[in-house]
């Protein structure tokens, strides 16, 4: 894209409400802009990597069977009377009258809707176990919305839900979704502790918190130094879950050889038996024909709290770093001035065929201002045609991570492994 | 996909409140379920389907420079009340308010929301025209939704905006727009007619509407036969708009040699000036450096309504039969018994890795069921293994629009056309 097309003015300064790095990021890059209190308009930036989070989360849960699906933002309340949680949800849950003055609310959560919407659809062991998940924005109206996306009132989640004939086979399916999230936060660029955590309103027994290290996290930490030493990958379930960790009231502050921190809580998983099916009276026929209740799980992930928890793992003074998977654009290029323009602008015709989000910054500013800029956006390569192209004929190739400066001809520059990148 | 992973299963009746076809097939075929009144769940195979029309949408958005974005769906009441639409939406306007009593809305268009930000971001002659869109859920509080998707309450719409210097360029704009709804349309298999249309709610001088041809369809509609015995996107827009149309009330009884029909209204695009930006303080600097309103328009496809729409379009008593490229799969394996589930298992794996959407019904059921599934989802191939296979190593290959059988062998198969494909 080019930038005269572009929805997009960089801030000098960070606006004063943003208290976090990367909400002042986020807000000084027009990725997103503040509509209201929690609620927030993602500019063309902001979106872009939005959909490449989205994506790569969505790539994992197609990986393990799950089934993708849409359920609406807007709930009647009868299913929430049913199982419970409509007195429960308190404040948090925005609720709504329509024109003829059935109750409604914003979805915050979904295990309501899902579980009554699977017994339609299955009725037999056969049908089990069954993954579904959607990426659907939920609202949970905060007291205090701050820290931008992180903490806002409209928020983008994943959400999966799973079906079991017994409880056994739940908890190899809650394993299954367990290390399917490590995968999904590596490919992200991440490095996640599991946590023993609490269920809370969820409910259930068997319960993890998928947490980011961070200065700015907003929960205290504990865990085994090892859980961040190794790829987790290559570990059982059993193995990893059996390296200590803990989250808030849950330390044990007397546990020697841990390291403390803190942490962003990126994905949440449950296990929560028939807690849902039960009262929501969701059966299926086994295979004597007897009415049996699924076992449920559920499998959460902050798709657009992600956008601001990777930018605080990777940013420095001069902007974002993101990694090449998720940065809006791959590759800018720059022209130092009117010279090069038209071919700076072949350039970007020529690569834009080769990879499919390059930008090309065909504005009438200074070099200078154009760089700080990239850098800001956090584009991992810039490709500038300037000095070096007039008295040589070659581009500059600039690093955003490194700092690395590459001076390349057309015959190497076809050649330049831009995917070779670390933020 | 594999039909025992799937979230499906077939109806043979069709549920009583479905009035119209499009209805009945989706609720029959497993694409959507009803949550609450016009509120609905898109299960895996909709959901699939409205995916694959959001992105032939969004490519022909993106192919314009128009910038892709996301606006909330909650919004503050403030902008409306500036713009003085608060009060003139009425009933149809969802009305929420938060824990701390603040009037929020569900949106059911953006134009104030687009009209504040833009003058956020551009502020000089130089950062126009400018063109934004986003693909988001709206509400609108129908007294009466029916024929399900067709006119439900929270729905999906594509909404773009576009910002100009002058009256004659953002009609040079509208032009654009109106030939890329022709060009998108025609991608989506359908025949759209554009209608000059009243501009209501929205406002402005110029505005058409583009309806598709259906029984079915809410408002009459009476036009010039040229218009739909050609390819409009050969002509100019001013040939095009020069053809005889209108619709409802604006029809001209006297009016000889037009075709009277029903039609459904798929999109719908307005140039209305300052309307908005007026009200809403939106300037830019020109090249005098003196304050002008930029000119705007906006611009509507209604992407929900459109699964129901391309259903009423390409159907017959069996099922729906989706166009190629929208359809939720493109070739479905049925193995007719237990004996071919291997090979029909490997075939399965062998086409993934070629097409993106195959799916394979190994469920534990008869030949008959499973063609019959098939034919309802609108699946544009089945493959069958069975009786031919065991006595002549050849797979059956069915054309679900022509009902055409061919018996090809494995190196046949291979060469197979199945893009070629007409609904």
């Given at each position: 894209?080019?930038?005269?097309?572009?929805?997009?003015?960089?801030?000098?300064?960070?606006?004063?409400?943003?208290?976090?790095?990367?909400?002042?990021?986020?807000?000084?890059?027009?990725?997103?802009?503040?509509?209201?209190?929690?609620?927030?308009?993602?500019?063309?930036?902001?979106?872009?990597?939005?959909?490449?989070?989205?994506?790569?989360?969505?790539?994992?849960?197609?990986?393990?069977?799950?089934?993708?699906m849409l359920m609406s933002t807007i709930q009647s309340?009868?299913?929430?009377?049913?199982?419970?949680r409509y007195a429960d949800y308190g404040k948090e849950?925005?609720?709504?009258?329509?024109?003829?003055?059935?109750?409604?609310?914003?979805?915050?959560?979904?295990?309501?809707?899902?579980?009554?919407?699977?017994?339609?659809?299955v009725n037999s062991y056969k049908g089990l176990p069954?993954?579904?998940?959607?990426?659907?924005?939920?609202?949970?109206?905060?007291?205090?919305?701050?820290?931008?996306?992180?903490?806002?009132?409209?928020?983008?989640?994943?959400?999966?839900?799973?079906?079991?004939?017994?409880?056994?086979?739940?908890?190899?399916?809650?394993?299954?979704?367990?290390?399917?999230?490590?995968?999904?936060?590596?490919?992200?660029?991440?490095?996640?502790?599991?946590?023993?955590?609490?269920?809370?309103?969820?409910?259930?027994?068997?319960?993890?918190?998928?947490?980011?290290?961070?200065?700015?996290?907003?929960?205290?930490?504990?865990?085994?130094?090892?859980?961040?030493?190794?790829?987790?990958?290559?570990?059982?379930?059993?193995?990893?879950?059996?390296?200590?960790?803990?989250?808030?009231?849950?330390?044990?502050?007397?546990?020697?050889?841990?390291?403390?921190?803190?942490?962003?809580?990126?994905?949440?998983?449950?296990?929560?038996?028939?807690?849902?099916?039960?009262?929501?009276?969701?059966?299926?026929?086994?295979?004597?024909?007897?009415?049996?209740?699924?076992?449920?799980?559920?499998?959460?992930?902050?798709?657009?709290?992600?956008?601001?928890?990777?930018?605080?793992?990777?940013?420095?003074?001069?902007?974002?770093?993101?990694?090449?998977?998720?940065?809006?654009?791959?590759?800018?290029?720059?022209?130092?001035?009117?010279?090069?323009?038209?071919?700076?602008?072949?350039?970007?015709?020529?690569?834009?065929?080769?990879?499919?989000?390059?930008?090309?910054?065909?504005?009438?500013?200074?070099?200078?201002?154009?760089?700080?800029?990239?850098?800001?956006?956090?584009?991992?390569?810039?490709?500038?045609?300037?000095?070096?192209?007039?008295?040589?004929?070659?581009?500059?190739?600039?690093?955003?991570?490194?700092?690395?400066?590459?001076?390349?001809?057309?015959?190497?520059?076809?050649?330049?492994?831009?995917?070779?990148?670390?933020?």
């Open positions: 894209m080019r930038f005269s097309n572009l929805l997009f003015n960089s801030l000098k300064e960070s606006p004063k409400e943003a208290k976090i790095v990367s909400h002042q990021l986020m807000l000084r890059s027009s990725m997103i802009q503040q509509h209201t209190s929690g609620i927030y308009t993602w500019l063309p930036l902001g979106f872009k990597v939005l959909k490449n989070i989205e994506e790569i989360v969505r790539s994992n849960q197609d990986q393990i069977g799950c089934n993708e309340s009868d299913l929430w009377t049913k199982s419970g849950m925005l609720r709504i009258k329509d024109r003829h003055d059935n109750e409604l609310l914003y979805g915050p959560t979904n295990e309501e809707v899902i579980t009554d919407l699977f017994s339609n659809y069954k993954y579904v998940y959607h990426i659907q924005w939920k609202f949970r109206d905060e007291i205090r919305p701050r820290f931008g996306v992180m903490r806002g009132r409209e928020f983008l989640m994943k959400d999966a839900y799973s079906f079991d004939l017994d409880h056994d086979k739940a908890v190899k399916t809650y394993q299954t979704f367990f290390m399917c999230y490590l995968k999904t936060f590596k490919e992200l660029g991440l490095q996640p502790i599991p946590v023993k955590a609490a269920t809370g309103a969820i409910g259930g027994d068997l319960s993890h918190e998928f947490q980011i290290l961070a200065k700015t996290g907003e929960s205290e930490l504990a865990y085994d130094p090892e859980l961040v030493s190794q790829d987790l990958l290559e570990k059982s379930f059993d193995e990893i879950t059996s390296m200590y960790s803990a989250s808030d009231e849950m330390i044990d502050k007397s546990k020697s050889n841990v390291v403390i921190g803190r942490g962003i809580e990126v994905g949440h998983i449950f296990n929560f038996g028939t807690k849902y099916s039960e009262p929501l009276e969701c059966y299926v026929l086994n295979n004597e024909g007897k009415k049996v209740t699924p076992y449920m799980g559920s499998y959460g992930i902050g798709v657009s709290r992600l956008t601001a928890a990777i930018i605080e793992a990777f940013h420095d003074d001069k902007g974002i770093k993101w990694p090449f998977n998720i940065s809006p654009f791959k590759i800018n290029i720059i022209s130092s001035n009117d010279k090069f323009i038209d071919i700076a602008g072949e350039l970007y015709d020529t690569l834009s065929k080769k990879y499919i989000n390059i930008s090309f910054d065909d504005r009438d500013l200074s070099l200078g201002r154009k760089i700080k800029d990239s850098e800001l956006i956090g584009i991992p390569w810039s490709l500038i045609i300037g000095k070096n192209f007039d008295e040589k004929n070659e581009f500059e190739v600039i690093n955003r991570s490194s700092g690395e400066k590459f001076f390349v001809n057309k015959q190497e520059l076809e050649n330049f492994q831009f995917e070779q990148y670390t933020p």
